[in-house]
């Protein structure tokens, strides 16, 4: 099979230390007609001096630099200087696990004719068990489900798409999921999407240092009484809820309905997991939760399940409570003992089960119907998992030993950030 020309766009800020792992997994790679473009934007350290060194030895990488003007700018240099007919985005601090990634992606490509291959990866905060399968989204169900799969559809580097699958640019002045809004700005241009499960991207997150901040990520949640202070990942992605929302109405203008509360419900979810995976105090996430469950845009966002028959019940504080409890109970549990189970499922299982009814009608094409469907039938090992919690709970309830959360000087005590690894 031929192979034609792929750009990989390597944006680079102070990754001399990063960098040369990044660009020895992609030499390896057996897919080797690459045309590997390194954007350095303006870094202070000897970025320039690596990628040049990596340069002098291998002629396929192009190297760009330009003054320091942030990922966006730097991923658009890259898209507008590249010349292959299909295109990926890489971060200079990442890696591809097999030498085989880029050959097996694009062979599935081929295979199933799709303008688009996603791949599974891991990431210090998010796990995600891709299904194998075909995305058709000129077929509205399937574009809504794709939609609302954020770990197939939010990244872009998890992608390899044919160049006019990119037509829009990255939003410049936007520092915070820009790359996600990208995603939504060319989501009209790709009509079929081949998604496979095997793991081929290692998304490496830097540990938090104060002195660097690293990762933005990181300084969200060391940040002294971060959840007093609407400045989580939540809050910060509906910062962009209007730009979505825009975005949507200029392309898919009859489904403003379906999609425009769809990040503004899942951004829930990734809140709670990287504020359990840096090891914020419970109490800390439950303050956290509540503050986002008094703010419209949510009571908005579980409002509008109701669409798909679902009836919001009344909820209490305790009811928050109760599911922050449970929540940071199954996580620690599945990733402690590696359990292969979703935790995106698991905890839409846990939220559907304390806080909505099901109607006499549901449409399963929302995610959040789905899984409370699946719980009714105990058809899924996430439904088996979210059930057994519930029994466990009412089996303590009647002993009167349930757990109860006092909220107490922890929180102001708490020094920020423990772990992340």
Known sequence: MKEELISLIIPCYNAAKTLPRTL?????????NLEIIIVNDGSKDNTLE??????????????????????????????????????????????YTTPYAITNMMNKLIETDADMCVCNFTHPCFEEY???????????????????????????????????CYTEDFAVGIHFNEDELFNLDNLHNIKKVAVINEVYHNYYCAPYNPNEKASAVNSIYSADKFWEKKSTIWHMGMKNHEYRVNSIEKFYPELKTDMQYVRSFDFFFWDFFLMAKNRVPEECIAYTCKGIFEEKLFLDTIKDKERFGLILKPYTNEDIETFVRLAYYAFRDIKSYNKKLSMYKVFLGLFGKIFYDLSDKVNDLDILAKAILSLKDNSSAEAIYVNSLFEIEEIENNQNNCRIILFDNNMASWSGVKELN
């Open 24 to 32: 020895n997994s992609v030499r390896e790679q057996s897919y080797k």
């Open 50 to 95: 690596v990628a040049t060194k990596y340069a002098t030895i291998d002629s396929r990488i192009r190297l760009i630099t330009q003054e320091n003007s942030g990922v966006s700018v730097a991923r658009n240099n890259g898209l507008r200087n590249a010349q292959g007919k299909y295109i990926m985005f890489l971060d200079a601090d990442d890696n």
């Open 130 to 164: 891709l299904s194998s399968g075909i995305y058709d989204l000129t077929d509205r169900s399937q574009l809504l489900t794709y939609f609302q799969d954020f770990f197939v559809y939010g990244m872009p580097w998890n992608k390899i798409a044919k160049r006019e």
